[in-house]
């Protein structure tokens, strides 16, 4: 009855011409949750994670507005064979309070980006967005210890890049956000990992600085602005953009005609979703 | 930006060796909604269909426990990118107050089993098991007209087949259910599509019949009861059981071993997927 093992060789479970074979009555359901949705690129890229792992599990689209999530999500929580979430723009804050418990990086941010059913209807939320930015980072052999950043967006995925990036001890870090109280809350998440950081809060700056990140929804699909003037952007600098779609954004395509290096929110993406299926799976994620 | 179409071939947007290619943040969710949910084939069935006339859409599992049907379904219809539902068993009945609009058949039956999107937030049910479990004995050249007929289960499924079969003019049609109500109910469904059919209701009987249907859910699954005791059926009764998941049903496997004709469930399921497809995609469903 079991057959959540996949191959690519013919078996006696085959699909038909007339089925597909990546999805079940059995097939366990993941969703991410977001508004707006078509640029969310985890359900492609979770879904391969869970068929190289051999689970009969699909992520898909969950596109719900702002006025319906209290709602739908305390619905979709009693969905049987639902195991799992993860919540992008505008929801990782609104979404820490589904948790019944909370790993050390979603206390640090107040943040969450996935949501794990666990027994006896409990529900554990983190948020990996962080882990997943340094990791790129790292994969690109770029050192973030000793370096001038600044951090554009202190929402959920911005509060995590920072609080993630804390652990890594740059020599300074600026913060800017929409709303000052956030970033300023984040200033403070900051300085608690690590006292030694020059950290301060206010307007975007471009120079004295070698790493530009971009964690704000600034330049998200058709949005023509941008979170920074480019053309004062030094080449020496590192851009970072957290945004997925477009790719790359136009941030990233303008810092590459400066002769930046750039790191895609594709590669954020990539370095959390290993994670992020070991926290559906019921692994610990690993603690920073 | 639109690829909605696909191919085997490679292209441009092909999904690299960590995506798969069949979901993304663009794709329209479909949903089929039941308790239990392991048995159904419309994932894998109507997804196929959706990928055949190219579409970017899939349809999922949702398994929804009855105390939590109402308070689910009115928040699952608020999900942006889903588009539609298919209703099983135990469900078909409770899901025709979510219609805005019914079709011929869901108002002669009282049950629907798709439920679509349309515009300006309103949504069209309909219930195609009955045109399904027609088409099915068609294909195999089975014909109805003129015969005397056995039908267990006048649920939303036996409901549909029995308004579905009056169109065919058999000469009898017996009808038994564990509500009595329901049995009687269909009765006068029945006798108002056609009322030279000689209709009643009671007992199911294994002989001075030519074809046995089975509507009722015993035998789904690991329930290991049968409908009825197979070992008084003669062989030239063709016997039908719209139960997909065992496949053969015990009663299937037992009337097969004793020479009788059989019609499968997912024949049935065939024979509407594509009625059900075009009633997503706004085709008007054919009215018999």
Redesign the interface.
Known sequence: MNDAMRSDEPSTNA?GP??????????R?YG?VG?P?????????I???F?SRGLDA????????PA?FD??L???M?????DGLVFTIPYKRAAVTLADELGAHARATGAINALARRSQGRWAGDIFDGMGCVEAFRRRGYAMAGRRLMLIGAGGAGAAIGVAIAHEHPRSMRLYDIDPKRAADLAASIRGVDSSIDVSVGAPVTTDIDILLNASPVGMLTDPRMPVDVSSIAPEVIVFDAIV?PEPTKLLALAHDRGCRTVFGREMM?GQ?SKIVDFFSGSSPRVQ
Chains 1, 2 share one sequence.
């Open positions: 699909a007339d089925e597909v074979d990546f999805i079940s009555g059995r097939t359901i991410i508004d949705i078509e640029q969310v690129r985890s359900p492609e890229m879904s391969a994670e068929a699909l992520m898909i689209p969950i596109h719900v507005l319906d709602g739908c305390a619905q979709l009693r969905v049987q064979n639902l779609k990539r979703i």
